[in-house]
């Protein structure tokens, strides 16, 4: 009689914690991603600098879906706008870079950003020259891997980036 109560007893016992296991499994894994989310900042902040030999200091960038960006662009160098502009676009995805950078050198007037060209552009900052800096703050678009380049005449081809937006 006492092995058919103990057996009767465990059963019960394993019965009770199965069901409140995966119930505090479903609660601790909700849990983890509220405190992961409440992680990630709503704003994320990048200071990007060009030089007068042409380079980006970044060449890769990584934000969240759903963040605000707040891009700062600071011409590390000398020279002018005129000679040495430098400014930040983020193209659209699959847009040829190339073409893009080629296609620009006819738009001085429009800050190097082609008119015909302008819907493969997320976000751009105007044309800086040496010791100046620029901001822009823009909504990261969808998840996915993205392109930016610097759009002054023949600068594409060195000052370029990943830009990788993490769902």
Not at 41 to 51: C, F, L, M, W
Not at 83 to 105: P, V
Not at 111 to 127: C, E, F, L, R, S
Not at 139 to 166: R, T
Request: hydrophobic share 40%; charged share 15%.
């Amino acid at each position: 009689m006492k092995k058919i109560q103990i057996l009767w007893l465990s059963t019960l016992f394993m019965m009770s914690c199965s069901g409140g296991n995966e119930k505090k499994a479903t609660s601790v894994t909700e849990k983890t991603e509220e405190i992961i989310a409440a992680q990630i900042p709503k704003i994320v902040k990048i200071s990007i600098e060009g030089d007068d030999m042409m380079r980006y200091n970044l060449d890769k960038i990584e934000v969240n879906a759903g963040q605000t960006v707040e891009l700062t662009l600071r011409h590390t160098g000398q020279m002018s706008a005129l000679i040495m502009g430098h400014n930040w676009i983020l193209l659209s995805l699959g847009t040829d870079k190339a073409a893009f950078g080629m296609a620009a050198i006819s738009a001085k007037e429009q800050g190097y950003v082609p008119q015909d060209m302008k819907a493969n552009v997320i976000a751009a900052t105007q044309v800086i020259g040496g010791g100046e800096s620029t901001s822009i703050t823009f909504d990261a678009p969808a998840p996915g891997y993205y392109e930016f380049i610097c759009s002054f005449p023949g600068h594409y081809g060195l000052m370029n980036g990943s830009f990788v937006v993490l769902p």
